[in-house]
């Protein structure tokens, strides 16, 4: 047995099931150990290795397991790196495996050869280690997947061309040999009575209580539901939480932030109480003022407690736990104006939605596209969202319901993962459709490549449907709005326009299915269509870069501001003048969609 073939053979003891890779000669070893071991666990071959870091991060995210991917030395290696800082931030169990230069090599300035423990040890500071003899091995790879495991983080295992070529042979009972055991331990910490009797006391004493849940409570959903039904609260969710509680419940107001919701903005500049559950939201402008709220903590991590908001109480545990050890403590409060107004709030924000949508538009409005989808997603679909504009409509126009999940990159907010991410997730469930909501800029970065991972490997998922919509406005239209709104600057066309790509002809090229869609009345039918497709479909919206991202907590001044930005120095595109530019976005200003023509009584605010 090589020393190959033994970390293929762990693997599969540590029951990884794939390897998101893509061949280079520094893992000539390994490749080779694939073929001895009629490829277990499976090699799935990416078009490029950062993509095979996205499809590994996708795969966790949606998997709960560890995701695992390889690259070759040098730039392999180093391509890796955009997806592996992806799971890092986003707290996702990844462990790269990465070849080397032959130990003879190295110090010699040869061929492909980089400081890969220097090039690593940011992105995977809690565990990167060089295999250097064979004895290291077990304890080297085990300690990569119980760190990634227990830590949630990014974990680096670098192997040498010619140490995986080497006999294996195991540790001894001898000085210096370092024997280890396979697997890893639950564990779900519970803060001490003390500090969850000052928590519920500061729970208890408020009247007016608001939740803000992320991704750590999704484990605790029914936990989460009982404290909002006991307290009267509202729960607002930070955006890689989206999925960690269902949209149809009256008193959950979506999401947070600059993508967030109106409902989410006021229930937290109006509440007397926090409590934050499993979440690092970065935002503290959207948070409560410092002196407005008494505020408690849930969370995991000792590094992350206390973090964001001046918290009264910090309980340090696991959020399922310690809520259920919580929740005897709490009293019951009756469901008086604050509730009701969460409720009416919330309930006239998903009107305000459908309005937006309603919106005509250059040619098609992409909150059409999108609101569109809500109505007809299966309730275990898997979600992914590029980052751009395309995230903005995820965030605050599909519903999650039934055992939907969703992700996007959140922390590292980085294109291109969004077709990555929902083939990873197939890997993961190939019997569950999934959707990618990606933007032309994202697509044309790597998202059409990675097509052809997917025409690659459709024919292997138990339900073939793997959904690509692309919006298609020709334009970087996030950047293209942060520079108007947060830099008073008009559209720099050479940086922000970009070519008009048949995205959907490609797709049909590969033998993927696809439609391209130029007008409003053919939105729904384009969506029914790839919903109902037996193979991966590609669907080519053509939509308006006109419609503006408004955030929640936008004044009518400040969009204001953004039309005359527009109207100052906007260049005029595809027969879009500037005056139209203008009334678009005039369309889209905060309260033109509120039934009594103010967002919620804090419009000057």
């Not at 004895?135 to 790879?141: F, R, T």
């Not at 070529?165 to 519970?190: C, I, N, Q, R």
Request: glycine fraction near 8%.
């Amino acid at each position: 047995m090589k020393v190959s073939d033994y970390v293929l053979q762990r693997l599969r003891e540590w029951e990884v099931d794939h390897v998101f890779s893509y061949a280079g000669d520094g893992i000539n070893g390994l490749l080779a150990a694939w073929g001895r071991a009629d490829n277990q666990p499976k090699f799935v071959q990416a078009r490029h290795e950062e993509m095979a870091a996205f499809e590994a991060v996708g795969y966790a995210k949606f998997s709960g397991k560890v995701g695992v991917c390889a690259a070759t030395s040098g730039p392999g290696a180093i391509h890796l790196l955009n997806g592996l800082y992806d799971a890092k931030l986003d707290h996702v169990p990844v462990v790269a495996i990465v070849g080397q230069t032959n130990r003879s090599a190295m110090g010699g300035s040869y061929q492909q050869e980089v400081d890969l423990l220097s090039l690593y040890k940011d992105v995977a500071s809690d565990f990167c280690e060089m295999v250097t003899v064979p004895e290291q091995l077990p304890n080297v790879l085990d300690r990569a997947m119980r760190t990634a495991y227990s830590r949630r983080t990014v974990t680096a295992v670098i192997i040498p061309a010619d140490v995986q070529e080497l006999d294996y042979s195991p540790p001894t009972h001898a000085f210096k040999m370092v024997p280890s055991s396979l697997g890893t331990a639950t564990s779900a910490p519970v803060p001490a009575d003390a500090d969850l009797t000052r928590a519920a006391e500061v729970l208890n004493a408020g009247e007016k209580v608001a939740v803000l849940i992320g991704q750590g409570a999704r484990g605790a959903r029914a936990e989460v539901q009982e404290l909002a039904e006991l307290l009267g609260a509202g729960v607002a969710k930070a955006l890689l939480g989206k999925d960690a509680l269902p949209d149809d419940l009256p008193y959950v107001t979506g999401a947070i932030g600059l993508l967030g919701t109106r409902p989410s903005y006021e229930l937290m500049m109006d509440c007397d109480t926090l409590l934050v559950v499993g979440s690092s939201f970065p935002y503290s402008q959207f948070l409560p003022e410092f002196d407005q709220a008494r505020a408690v903590q849930i969370e995991i991590d000792p590094h992350n407690i206390g973090m964001r908001y001046p918290f009264e109480v910090n309980l340090v545990g696991d959020a399922k736990e310690t809520l259920k050890a919580l929740l005897p403590r709490l009293k019951r409060k009756k469901h008086g104006a604050w509730r009701k107004k969460i409720e009416k709030d919330t309930a006239r924000w998903w009107e305000v939605m459908e309005g937006r949508a309603a919106v005509e538009a250059d040619p098609v409005n992409p909150e059409h596209v999108v609101h569109s989808l809500d109505a007809l997603l299966p309730d275990d679909v898997i979600l992914a969202a590029d980052s751009g504009s395309a995230a903005n409509w995820y965030a605050r126009h599909l519903r999650m319901r039934g055992t939907m999940r969703g992700s996007l990159s959140g922390t590292l907010a980085t294109m291109g993962p969004g077709v990555p991410y929902v083939i990873g997730a197939k890997f993961a469930h190939p019997g569950r459709p999934a959707i990618a909501i990606v933007g032309d800029g994202a697509m044309q970065m790597n998202g059409m490549a990675e097509l052809i991972t997917a025409a690659k490997y459709w024919q292997e998922w138990q339900d073939p449907r793997l959904i690509v919509a692309v919006l298609n406005n020709q334009d970087l239209n996030q950047v293209t709005w942060e520079m108007r709104a947060m830099s008073g600057a008009p559209q720099f066309l050479p940086s922000q326009a970009i070519p008009d790509v048949p995205y959907a002809d490609f797709a049909r090229s590969i033998g993927l299915g696809g439609v391209r869609v130029e007008k409003p009345d053919q939105v729904e039918a384009a969506w029914r269509q790839a919903l109902g497709s037996d193979r991966p479909f590609v669907i080519d919206f053509r939509t308006d870069p006109a419609v503006p991202p408004i955030p929640p907590h936008a004044t009518r001044d400040q969009a204001e501001a953004v039309v005359s930005s527009i109207v100052k120095g906007d260049s005029d595109r595809g027969g879009m003048i500037k005056q139209g530019i203008k009334a678009k976005v005039q369309e889209f200003l905060p309260g033109r969609h509120h039934g009594d023509g103010a967002t919620g009584g804090r419009s000057e605010k």
